[in-house]
């Protein structure tokens, strides 16, 4: 499908980030795979070539290309030419704008230009063994010790867990009300600050994904992110722009699966012909280009209005209960139509399949994307 989002310059800047990742990214991820986790060198490399926070200040290090049709473009070329397991978007997009949008001079002066260079890597923690929905049931603790917060909990299932320098955990800050949470700098080396397992996933192989354990952590009052009680809001300010950037994976996701897809049912022959050559693979995946092309058109329209200030909770919430569902139901037809090659490792359709079936889970699951969406339906 032809789109006319992008501006020409744009379409340069795929080309050039598209030929970084073959280069540099392509013939490494199997290797990744393998090892369970990226290698620091390869934030720093993304970061010499100028594609960790696109959108920080010049002040800070970074191109100031705020907008956001940037990251989409690197994450649709990531979708063909890297691995979804490097976890770059995280650091780039979900984790420093935190510190972007909420930090004040002083810690963004601090902090931004080693994000922008990759030499720091940046991971959030929210969810615990007990609590990942109900972000207001966590139980993470800090206690105000006059000039430092003390920080005790764990959390789990936390992306870049591993590598990461620094982690923004949300904890507890007021016994008497669940809904101060404030949000929290924490740094490698601080005492009391000790990671666990890289946890076996039954898909995106090449991230690390980690349990995190803050014993009496120290954690000094100038590493608190804005209002130490208002993490809630800060938590909430930022969801449509991750669910809109899960979206945008995800098409791209079974996009390529599609594409994957196709060149093998018309290489694939049984019964004398082709596999793409029987009407129930035919239907299928005519069904798919249709709701692919859909789907596009609609996160393609969200990217806009997120440009223009006007993206909602709602409408950002369609977009990944969409795109996540539309991204299962195409690595299943893909899987289904490779026969027993799409349950092998060594063909990419297997791989896109185990990936893929945590997007209706993390981000906010299709449940909880569905209470959103009803809550604008008929609470409005
Ligand atoms: C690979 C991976 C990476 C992750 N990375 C991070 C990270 O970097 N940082 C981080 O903080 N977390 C991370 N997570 C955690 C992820 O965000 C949570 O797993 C997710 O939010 C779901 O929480 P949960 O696992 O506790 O499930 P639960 O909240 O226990 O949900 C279990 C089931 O109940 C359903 N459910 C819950 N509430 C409702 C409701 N109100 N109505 C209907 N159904 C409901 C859910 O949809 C789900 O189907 C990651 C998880 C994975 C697997």
Not at 245 to 251: E, H, K, N, R, T
Request: proline share 2%; net charge negative.
């Amino acid at each position: 499908m032809e789109r006319t989002l992008f501006t020409e310059e744009q379409h340069i800047f795929r080309e050039q980030y598209r030929k970084f990742l073959q280069k540099e990214v392509q013939p490494h991820t199997e290797a990744w795979r393998e090892a369970g986790i990226v290698p620091r060198e390869m934030f720093k490399k993304m970061g010499e070539h100028g594609f960790l926070l696109t959108w920080a200040d010049e002040a800070h290090g970074g191109l100031g290309l705020e907008d956001f049709r940037y990251q989409q473009i690197m994450m649709e070329e990531d979708a063909t030419y890297s691995d979804s397991g490097f976890y770059h978007t995280l650091h780039s997009r979900l984790v420093a704008p935190y510190i972007g949008n909420i930090g004040n001079a002083e810690q963004k002066a601090r902090l931004l230009p080693k994000c922008v260079t990759g030499e720091t890597i940046l991971a959030v923690a929210m969810t615990e063994p007990d609590a990942g929905s109900d972000i207001a049931g966590i139980k993470t603790r800090a206690v105000d010790n006059g000039d430092h917060w003390e920080l005790s909990g764990s959390k789990t299932y936390i992306s870049n867990g591993i590598n990461a320098d620094i982690v923004i955990v949300a904890a507890k800050t007021n016994p008497d009300n669940p809904r101060h949470i404030g949000l929290f700098i924490v740094e490698r080396g601080m005492e009391g600050f000790e990671r666990g397992r890289n946890l076996k996933k039954m898909g995106l192989k090449a991230q690390d994904t980690a349990e995190l354990f803050f014993n009496n952590v120290r954690v000094p009052k100038e590493n608190v992110l804005g209002d130490a009680h208002k993490g809630f809001h800060y938590l909430m300010i930022g969801l449509a722009e991750e669910r809109l950037l899960a979206a945008v994976g995800y098409v791209a996701a079974a996009n390529r699966a599609f594409v994957v897809t196709k060149e093998f049912v018309k290489d694939r022959k049984a019964f004398g012909k082709a596999i793409s050559d029987f009407q129930n693979t035919r239907f299928q995946m005519a069904t798919l280009s249709a709701e692919l092309d859909m789907a596009q058109v609609y996160v393609d329209h969200c990217v806009v209005m997120h440009n223009e200030g006007k993206l909602t909770l709602d409408m950002a919430a369609k977009a990944k209960l969409v795109t996540s569902e539309l991204e299962g139901r195409m690595v299943d037809v893909g899987v289904q139509l490779h026969g027993g090659a799409g349950y092998m490792e060594e063909y990419e359709i297997c791989r896109l399949y185990t990936n893929a079936r945590i997007s209706r889970i993390y981000a906010g699951s299709s449940e909880i994307m569905r209470e959103i969406i009803a809550r604008s339906v008929f609470d409005a």
